[in-house]
Structures are given as structure tokens and as C-alpha cells.
T-cell receptor, first 112, second 112 residues
Framework: NAGVTQTPKFQVLKTGQSMTLQCAQD?????MYWYRQDPGMGLRLIYY???????DKGEVPNGYNVSRLNKREFSLRLESAAPSQTSVYFC???????????FGEGSWLTVV | EDQVTQSPEALRLQEGESSSLNCSYT??????LFWYRQDPGKGPEFLFT???AGEEKEKERLKATLTKKESFLHITAPKPEDSATYLC?????????????FGQGTTLQVKP
């Protein structure tokens, strides 16, 4: 039972490069989320998908795009990476919006 | 402004020394208060959800309580393996977005 799986776990990018963080869940959950965690800032919501086919902005969406590929998969794309996007990114899912959210193990991204 | 504040930021305990972590919230229309445990290099792990003032939940050495303004995570006779960062988060507002606002966490160290 893998739960929420994220790839890659570690990535170093140069400023201006693009990349996609992949996320998949095997719990048949309807809702999926992307958070970032920075020292002193706590976890902040980037984007979420309440159900397959829908996506909405969270607290800090600028510089990111998302795709809800199907019920299982929710990807996060950085089109032109900036040093300010250096962070730990967590994908999460819940059965429905408002239910308990379960997190993946995180992706450590450094932009130089 | 809706916010969640945790105190203290860091807590050092001797094994067996009981204590409490505080999570105060100022949000409009709290729908649920979540507690998570996060180990270094890992994603947050779900502990409890509390929905109404007066509610209590227990798991091993941990007990979470909720009032109209704050939540407490009581740790009874802690062991070194309880060392981690404890996060609280509030689900609030109208609509069924499932968006959480997180506190910055309390880092607990339990010494043998």
C-alpha cells in the first residue's frame, strides 16, 4: 500500500529551467493537493484539485501550473524556475475535500 | 486575518516528563482541526482530527483536545521516539475546498 508517491525525491535546477513533479495516489481519493514547505513559513497550498477534471489556485500559485491527468495522478510544473522556488514540495490527497489529507514523502527542489 | 499559531516553537523534555503543545486559531467557521507528526525528511503523518469544542481523541501517549479558540496536544510520559515536529492545521470557511491553513509547528525533542 504505497499511499501517495512523488517523483523525483531530489532535483537541482538552474534558473529558467522547467520541470514537472509527478504525484500518484493509490487510495482512490477524489481530491489532490500540492503544498510547499519553507523554513519559518509552514506548509502553504499551491494548487488543489477537488475532483478529477478540476483544479483551483491555492495560497501561492504564481510560477506554477498543474494538471490532473486522471483520478490517480496530479502533476506540478515549474515553467521557468526561480531561486524563490527552492523548497520542499508535498503532494497530498483526501477522499473528499474537507476529509483528512494524507501526504507523500516530499520532493526537495533546489534552484540555483 | 485567518491564521494558526503554534507554541512553543521548540520543546525539550526528559523521557517521562509530560507536557502540552498549543495550537491557537483565528479562523472564520472552523470545520476541523488536524494534528500531524512530521519526522525529518518525511511527509506529515496524520494523527487526529477534532471537529467540535470539547472533543478529545487519544492515541498511545498523545491526547488532543479542542476549545473554541485553541487545541492542545498533550504528551504523557514521552519517549525518545516521540521526538518529531508536530503540526496543526485548520479546515475552515464556506464551500468544500478542503484547504488547510497550517501552523509553523512545534519541534519536540525527548531525551533519554
Amino acid at each position: 500500500n504505497a499511499g501517495v508517491t512523488q517523483t523525483p525525491k531530489f532535483q537541482v535546477l538552474k534558473t529558467g529551467q522547467s520541470m514537472t513533479l509527478q504525484c500518484a495516489q493509490d487510495m482512490n481519493h477524489n481530491s489532490m493537493y500540492w503544498y510547499r514547505q519553507d523554513p519559518g513559513m509552514g506548509l502553504r497550498l499551491i494548487y488543489y484539485s477537488a475532483s478529477e477534471g478540476t483544479t483551483d489556485k491555492g495560497e501561492v500559485p504564481n510560477g506554477y501550473n498543474v494538471s490532473r491527468l486522471n483520478k490517480r495522478e496530479f502533476s506540478l510544473r515549474l515553467e521557468s524556475a526561480a531561486p524563490s522556488q527552492t523548497s520542499v514540495y508535498f503532494c497530498a490527497s483526501s477522499e473528499q475535500s474537507g476529509n483528512t489529507i494524507y501526504f507523500g514523502e516530499g520532493s526537495w527542489l533546489t534552484v540555483v | 486575518e485567518d491564521q494558526v499559531t503554534q507554541s512553543p516553537e521548540a520543546l525539550r523534555l526528559q523521557e517521562g516528563e509530560s507536557s502540552s503543545l498549543n495550537c491557537s486559531y483565528t479562523v472564520s467557521g472552523l470545520r476541523g482541526l488536524f494534528w500531524y507528526r512530521q519526522d525529518p525528511g518525511k511527509g506529515p503523518e496524520f494523527l487526529f482530527t477534532l471537529y467540535s469544542a470539547g472533543e478529545e481523541k487519544e492515541k498511545e501517549r498523545l491526547k488532543a483536545t479542542l476549545t473554541k479558540k485553541e487545541s492542545f496536544l498533550h504528551i504523557t510520559a514521552p519517549k525518545p521516539e516521540d521526538s518529531a515536529t508536530y503540526l496543526c492545521a485548520a479546515d475552515y470557511g464556506s464551500g468544500n475546498t478542503g484547504k488547510l491553513i497550517f501552523g509553523q509547528g512545534t519541534t519536540l525533542q525527548v531525551k533519554p
